[in-house]
């Protein structure tokens, strides 16, 4: 596989992840159908549309018409099981999100060292790819960016990203998946081991949902 080939399968598989999320939250804020439906799919999109908007790029997601297929299709998935009553497996939202940044934090690093930018850019292509759906989710779910306030989502992509960047001269291939799974390991060791930065200031509680 090429690079190209290789950043669409990373992203496939992102997006399957993310619009799980993406509904989640959306179920939590008791949306409608086409809110839940818009939740995920944007959850699941955001990060790569950023992505290749700051790489001057044409959207993947409008040069490939299967990319908003696999976006609507995991989000209808979710919404079929929330609208049956059931509530999605906190083990299996939790490893959705993880493999979900592991993967776009890959993507987002492969897009940097394809169009010869820098460590630098690679990181924090690396960090946009992987965030920028939960972000525009959290946003539209009127709450404080989890990237900002809970565990090491973006320690993790930028870990990820670095990893990339390392292997990258040895084989592509070789470096998306090392790259995915050092990312992946770090934010589900980050949510099973309740890790997180430091948070300076006065303890007042966390109010704010999940």
């Known amino acids: 596989m090429d690079s190209a080939e290789i950043i669409g399968a990373l992203d496939r598989a992102g997006m ?24 995920g799919v944007v959850t699941a999109t955001g990060g790569g549309l950023m992505r290749d908007t700051v790489l001057r790029e044409t959207p993947r997601v409008l040069a490939h018409w299967d990319y908003l297929a696999w976006a609507v299709a995991a989000s209808v998935l979710a919404i079929v099981v929330v609208a049956s009553g059931r509530v999605l497996p906190r083990g299996i939202l939790a ?8 993967a776009f934090a890959a993507a987002g690093a492969i897009a940097a060292l394809r169009a010869d930018l820098p460590v630098t850019a690679v990181v924090i292509l690396a960090i946009v790819t992987a965030t920028g759906g939960g972000v525009i989710r959290d946003l539209l779910a009127n709450r404080v960016p989890l990237v900002l306030r809970a565990e090491v ?52 509680g966390d109010t704010d949902e999940r």
């Open 153 to 204: 989502n973006a320690t993790a992509a930028a870990l990820g990203g670095v990893v990339v960047w390392a292997l990258d001269p040895v084989s592509t291939g070789a470096a998306a998946l090392a790259g995915a799974g050092a990312a992946t390991a770090v934010r589900a060791a980050s949510v099973a081991f309740n890790l997180h930065l430091p948070r300076p200031g006065p303890t007042l």
């Open 16 to 39: 399957v992840a993310f619009a799980l999320s993406g509904v989640e939250v959306g179920a939590r804020k008791r949306l409608d159908l086409f809110g839940l439906l818009v939740m």
């Open 95 to 102: 490893a959705a999100d993880a493999g979900g940044l592991g």
